[in-house]
C-alpha cells in the first residue's frame, strides 16, 4: 500500500513562516508529479503549487513569490516553504502524488493538515 504522510502545519501570525512536510512510503516504483492543494472553509480545493519529476514547478498565482515546493527525489518527499503567510492562506493542506507502484499508477493523497494564519 502506497501511502502519504504530510506534516508540519500549525498556526502563524501574518507574515510569518511555515513549513509542510510529505513522506511517500510504500511500494513505489517512482513517482511523477507531487502537488500540494489547499482547501479552505467553504471553497473547493485548489492547487497551491506543483512539482515534476524533473523538477519543473508551477504555483497558483496568489502564492507566486511567497511558496517554492521543492523534491527530494531519493527519499520520495515533497516540501512547502510557505512565507509571507496572509490570512487568506488559511485552509487544509493536502500533499498528492502521482505514483507508480507495483500493481500500477496511482494517484494518491494524503490525510490534510491545517494551517491557520491569525490577522
Known amino acids: 500500500q502506497v501511502q502519504l504522510v504530510e506534516s508540519g502545519g500549525g498556526l502563524v501570525q501574518a507574515g510569518g513562516s511555515l513549513r509542510l512536510s510529505c513522506a511517500a512510503s510504500?511500494?513505489?516504483?517512482?513517482?511523477?508529479?507531487m502537488r500540494w492543494y489547499r482547501q479552505a472553509p467553504g471553497k473547493q480545493r485548489e492547487l497551491v503549487a506543483a512539482i515534476g519529476s524533473v523538477g519543473r514547478t508551477n504555483y497558483e498565482d496568489s502564492v507566486k513569490g511567497r511558496f517554492t515546493i521543492s523534491r527530494d527525489y531519493a527519499k520520495n518527499t515533497v516540501s512547502l516553504q510557505m512565507n509571507s503567510l496572509k490570512p487568506d492562506d488559511t485552509a487544509v493542506y493536502y500533499c498528492?502524488?502521482?505514483?507508480?507502484?507495483?500493481?500500477?499508477?496511482?494517484?494518491?493523497w494524503g490525510q490534510g493538515t491545517q494551517v491557520t494564519v491569525s490577522s
Open positions: 510504500g511500494r513505489i516504483s517512482s513517482i511523477n508529479a
Open positions: 498528492n502524488a502521482d505514483v507508480n507502484s507495483i500493481t500500477g499508477r496511482v494517484e494518491i
